[in-house]
């Protein structure tokens, strides 16, 4: 048991939380300015499989990274005009965004590589060396060990809470969540916003779903993301639509799944299901025993109709 | 202030420069009804000039037009002389006219600077300057006197100080002619004197202010001209002279009879007379708490009475309606009808016991809109004989008597018996769910804002039909915003502050300032 709890249950936490993180605050700033992203599963899987197809195409995970970013904006920008110019169901868009993505990741793998069910791997993004970190006490080992994406992921809590409540972009982006209406008439142009922040929010979602095929595992398989998607709009209703709180939800969910991994290993005796399904459980958990009212945007789901 | 002292400050200030704003000939219809009908406005710079009418005689969309946000089908918009036209309100600000709506157009969430600085925020090092836009619009808060603090969240505020972070807002985006839609509607008494301030204090510091209101007082203390619209029309037309806002002088009376004439085309009729044969309890609450902002608080309504509940908009009155009712559910303290606790009940159970119900937001309460008017009437005893046989058969032929009755005895206007309620007009609609609640003979009648949106000559009728219901010994539950409405019908008032009694006494006993206190929860 003591092989579980230790400092490497915390660096993988961080690991497997960094997904979440950047699809959760995909997430977002999707819904500050009004509009649901339940479509961050699609785009984390879309994400994922450009990653690597770019990568193993090109040769340079920089460029698999940037494919990935371009495919979210795409995929993003499809959300944006399913939900805000055609103004669908924001739910049945994105589920369909979401449907479409695991159908046809999965068919692609084999016209790229020819088999089905996984890609070959590919080139990972490395461990950034900074110097005499790894004297630092505890957090040396941590910080030792992480990616470029590991440290845009922990740069993006501070970057979204400051794009949010410190520029007048981000003044506008809320106000659109909070009241089109009154936004309008002032002069903030509620559809280019959600536009803009669905489009960014794709682009985090992907750049999730580029981590989990390109910094963990080095390849793409069917249905890589595993509901993540899900799970990182959880944290985001979790931390009640605010920064800093969606980055501990995104990093408890990351600890329960490090924790479930490394009880597996340890063969700690619990059924291999349960523990599997142990980071879905601390979410399900958290979002029922989560008590407060008037947290999310005031105006989200609501279509704003330009008059 | 008060609202006298007001008027006197008014009175010593009025003098007659150009017109800041000349509507003529302006024509608007709807769907064939003619909602303006060729009206002609001056307003005076530097007045305060108010528009009087019914619901529905067409003061709402003469100021729309004058605001940009319809466009008329004829007529034209001068303003400083000039020939204007608007394709949207933002050019009628461009050219110095705001205005403050019913449903404000504030977002909650932010603080008063954020809300005033949307759209054209300041800007340092290419972040936003929050302490830069927190003083700029302190600092205009404080030039109007206007009591508001720029950093508070606007959720936050009372429904008073809400409406000046609106007039904030349009005086930060330029306006110099302000118009005000009903800002008394959600206020109370203390507040509507705070208003009428800061409606003075914009006059000072030379503000044109339309005030478009029902209320005649509010009138003749305010303004300095005044037009009476009926019907899409101008039907009177006259400046209010110093001596004629003097109250309770013959002067005043007199003004106020030839407004209200003119309003109305009639004069208005007597409210219903009061009398005093409360009988036994119908209706007792001991204790009654929902564990949230209700409660705990005792309440006893007596068969043939009307206990009004008056209070600011928000501080209890609908969760105690929807607890009586049985659609929030009670964690403390017993509701008894007529003596048997029915806190646990179902709300068909009390129905059936003698409950009934005029919800005070209709479309989400009492009808439905694409259901047919017959469908509709009998909601609430649809499931009872004579409507239904055997438990589950509907008798349409029983149901469509009732119906026509409904209609008949409560004079529903309607298209055709076949319409649906959503073809009815927003009056006529309340009429019918007035008229269906009424008909149930109950014990117990909850009439929540059983005349918003009537015109005068409704609501008299309505207010007729509680007190028939009083003198037939029911008991009248009658909560409502509008003061004068409660202090006009009830024998017993009791006034809500944060989902308790704050104060309770009978209507003869006390006045406008101890329930406004009350109320606001200032002073005595």
Same mark, same amino acid.
């Given at each position: 048991m003591a092989d579980v709890f230790s400092i490497n249950l915390v660096v993988s936490g961080i690991y497997l939380s960094m997904p979440l993180i950047l699809a959760a605050f995909g997430g977002l700033l999707s819904e500050r300015s009004g509009v649901i992203n339940m479509a961050l599963e699609g785009e984390m899987l879309f994400g994922a499989f450009s990653a690597v197809a770019f990568t193993w195409w090109l040769g340079s995970p920089w460029l698999g990274l940037l494919a990935a970013l371009m495919t979210g904006a795409l995929i993003g920008a499809i959300h944006a005009w399913l939900s805000? $110019?055609?103004?669908?169901?924001q739910i049945v868009a994105a589920t369909a965004i979401n449907l479409i993505a695991s159908g046809l990741t999965a068919a692609l793998i084999e016209t790229v590589w020819g088999k089905p069910g996984v890609s070959p791997s590919v080139r990972k993004f490395g461990i950034v060396h900074i110097p005499l970190a790894g004297h630092l006490p505890f957090l040396g080992r941590i910080v030792e060990r992480l990616t470029v994406l590991d440290w845009a992921g922990l740069l993006l809590a501070p970057i979204v809470w400051i794009v949010l409540f410190r520029t007048s972009f981000g003044l506008r982006l809320r106000s659109c969540g909070e009241g089109p209406e009154a936004a309008a008439s002032v002069g903030v142009a509620v559809i280019s916003v959600r536009y803009r922040a669905v489009i960014l929010s794709g682009m985090l979602a992907a750049a999730g779903g580029a981590y989990l095929s390109? =910094?963990?595992?080095g390849v793409f398989q069917r249905n890589? $993301?595993?509901?993540r998607g899900y799970l990182a709009l959880a944290a985001m209703i979790f931390g009640k639509w605010r920064p800093v709180p969606v980055l501990g939800a995104c990093l408890l969910f990351g600890l329960a799944d490090a924790f479930q991994f490394r009880a597996q290993v340890a063969g700690v005796n619990l059924p291999h299901d349960l523990l599997l399904a142990l980071p879905y459980l601390v979410a399900l958990v958290a979002l029922a025993t989560f008590v407060g009212r008037a947290s999310a945007p005031a105006a989200i789901g609501k279509h704003f109709i330009k008059d | 202030m008060t609202l006298d002292a007001v008027s006197a400050d008014l009175a010593a200030g009025a003098g007659a420069p150009a017109p800041a704003v000349r509507l003529r000939g302006i024509s608007k219809s709807y769907r064939g009804v003619r909602a303006n009908d060729a009206i002609d406005l001056d307003l005076r710079a530097g007045s305060v000039h108010g528009l009087l009418g019914e619901n529905g005689a067409g003061k709402s969309t003469l100021v729309k037009i004058l605001f940009g946000l319809i466009q008329p089908d004829a007529g034209t918009i001068e303003v400083a002389g000039t020939l204007r036209r608007w394709r949207s309100p933002r050019d009628a600000l461009a050219a110095g006219i705001g205005m403050v709506q019913q449903? *404000?157009?504030?977002? =909650?969430? *932010?603080?008063v600077a954020e809300n005033l600085v949307l759209g054209a925020e300041p800007r340092r090092h290419g972040l936003l300057d929050r302490r830069r836009a927190e003083r700029e619009v302190q600092a205009l808060a404080d030039r109007y006197g206007f009591r508001l603090d720029a950093s508070r969240r606007v959720g936050e505020l009372a429904v008073g100080a809400r409406q000046r972070v609106e007039i904030l807002k349009a005086l930060h985006r330029g306006a110099s002619t302000l118009i005000l839609d009903e800002p008394t509607a959600a206020l109370a008494p203390q507040e509507v004197d705070e208003l009428f301030g800061v409606v003075a204090e914009l006059r000072a510091q030379g503000c044109t202010i339309v005030l478009i209101t029902h209320k005649l007082a509010e009138i003749v203390a305010m303004c300095d001209d005044v037009t009476v619209l009926r019907d899409g029309a101008v039907v009177g037309e006259r400046t209010i002279a110093a001596h004629e806002r003097e109250p309770g002088s013959a002067a005043r009376d007199a003004l106020e009879a030839e407004l209200a004439i003119a309003m109305v085309g009639r004069s208005l009729p007597d409210p219903p007379s009061r009398q005093h044969s409360a009988g036994v309890t119908v209706l007792e609450l001991r204790g009654v708490a929902d564990g949230h902002g209700l409660g705990p608080l005792d309440l006893v309504v007596r068969s043939g009475e009307i206990v009004g509940v008056a209070g600011v908009e928000g501080n209890g009155q609908t969760e105690l309606i929807e607890a009586i009712v049985g659609v929030r559910r009670v964690r403390a303290g017993r509701i008894e009808l007529d003596g048997t606790d029915v806190s646990r009940w179902s709300v068909r159970r009390r129905l059936a016991a003698g409950l009934a119900h005029i919800a005070e937001d209709r479309h989400a309460g009492a009808v439905a809109l694409d259901m047919p008017l017959v469908d509709n009437c009998v909601l609430g005893s649809h499931d009872r004989p004579p409507f239904t046989r055997q438990r589950v058969r509907l008798v349409r032929r029983e149901m469509t008597r009732f119906t026509r009755e409904v209609i008949a005895h409560h004079q529903v206007r309607v298209p055709s018996l076949d319409a649906t309620v959503g073809q009815l007009s927003g009056g006529n609609q309340q009429k019918l769910v007035v008229g269906r609640e009424v008909s149930r003979a109950p014990r117990l009648l909850v009439a929540a804002q059983p005349t918003r949106g009537l015109d005068v000559g409704a609501t008299a009728f309505v207010h007729g039909e509680l007190a028939a219901l009083r003198a037939a010994g029911c008991a009248v539950l009658l909560v409502s915003l509008d003061l004068t409405e409660v202090m006009a019908l009830s024998d017993r008032i009791v006034v809500m502050r944060d989902g308790a009694i704050a104060g309770e006494a009978r209507a003869e006993d006390t006045d406008v300032i101890q329930l406004g206190s009350w109320m606001t929860g200032a002073g005595g």
């Open positions: 805000v $110019t055609l103004r669908a169901n390109l =910094a963990q595992v890589i $993301t595993g509901g | 449903h *404000f157009s504030l977002i =909650a969430d *932010f603080s």
